[in-house]
């Protein structure tokens, strides 16, 4: 626990700031070009990674046996879901986003029954998924700031979490053989070359401004690469379940980044939307279930 705790708030930080970087990113270029310069850079860096620490031929073979995968996890786990954030946050605010997207875990449980339909669903999930979908709806329907175009950034953010959670099975019932960070940077590599196109095609008039390289270096070297060699150090040790846990933690961050950087307001629908969000990601989980087992023996009579 002494280790698992500060890791994760670390995870947490790291992915919560994506949402900012992200922000400041899309107001210079297309969602397309950022995600792209994200995706290729990270990638870049984590193939030097897994080279230096496993060597090219154990890489290339990994890759080798496992491209197909690879390329299917880039456009679940990378490519798409990152340009549907980056398009979100043009309508939204950064903070919205954070909030929008702790709905992974959510979405995991609900395509788990189909894909997974070995694994055992208690009905209290299911109230969780619906706690979870009203978040959803406070979050993108009472706050009419935004308007049409802002409840379309919401929704946009939601299929990616949508996507995300895909990936996630996908890798569980699909790759096998080939470690976690030689994974990412096929998966990184591959999303970043399908949205290279895109990102041609989009190209911005003018040379942006510092301000949207530094977000692009940032989001690929601390949301993406960095981000993922922490969790898939921390998966062997403590499981996908216990790290799906930073889902609770990353909207507390993402509304502190924006508030404090991009002086975005705290709304009561934000507010009452994340409540509602993370109490569905608490029944829809099974955290409240384990928590109840744990603490039963220490319940009964001495």
Same mark, same amino acid.
């Given at each position: 626990m002494r280790g698992y705790l500060p890791r994760l708030f670390l995870l947490a930080a790291l992915w919560g700031s994506s949402y900012f970087f992200i922000k400041v990113g899309v107001? @210079?270029?297309a969602p397309a070009v950022l995600m792209a310069g994200r995706t290729l850079?990270?990638?870049t860096i984590l193939l030097g990674f897994v080279l230096a620490t496993r060597g090219a031929s154990r890489v290339r073979a990994e890759l080798g046996a496992n491209w197909r995968q690879a390329v299917v996890y880039g456009i679940f786990?990378?490519?798409l879901p990152f340009w549907l954030i980056a398009w979100g946050e043009q309508h939204i @605010? &950064? &903070?919205v986003a954070g909030i929008a997207q702790a709905t992974v875990p959510l979405f995991a449980f609900v395509l788990g029954i189909w894909l997974l339909p070995h694994e055992p669903v208690a009905r209290i999930r299911w109230i969780g998924v619906a706690f979870g979908l009203l978040g959803v709806a406070v979050l993108s329907g009472l706050d009419t700031s935004g308007g049409w175009w802002g409840a379309a950034g919401t929704f946009a953010i939601v299929l990616s979490s949508l996507s995300y959670g895909f990936a996630g099975i996908y890798a569980q019932l699909r790759v096998h053989?080939?470690?976690?960070p030689v994974l990412a940077t096929g998966a990184m590599l591959s999303g970043g070359v399908l949205l290279l196109p895109f990102a041609i095609a989009q190209r911005p008039d003018a040379l942006p401004g510092w301000e949207t390289?530094?977000?692009v270096a940032a989001l690929a070297v601390f949301g993406t690469a960095i981000a993922q060699l922490l969790f898939f150090r921390m998966l062997p040790p403590y499981g996908?379940? *216990?790290?799906?846990l930073v889902a609770y933690l990353m909207p507390g961050f993402a509304i502190a980044y924006g508030a404090l950087f991009l002086s975005e307001p705290i709304t009561g629908p934000m507010l009452l939307g994340l409540g509602l969000i993370l109490v569905g990601i608490a029944l829809g989980s099974g955290l409240l279930l384990t928590v109840r087992r *744990?603490?039963?023996? &220490?319940?009964?009579?001495a």
């Open positions: 107001e @210079d270029v850079l990270a990638g786990n990378a490519a @605010d &950064s &903070s053989g080939t470690s976690g390289f530094a977000a996908a379940r *216990r790290i799906s *744990r603490a039963a023996p &220490s319940e009964e009579p």
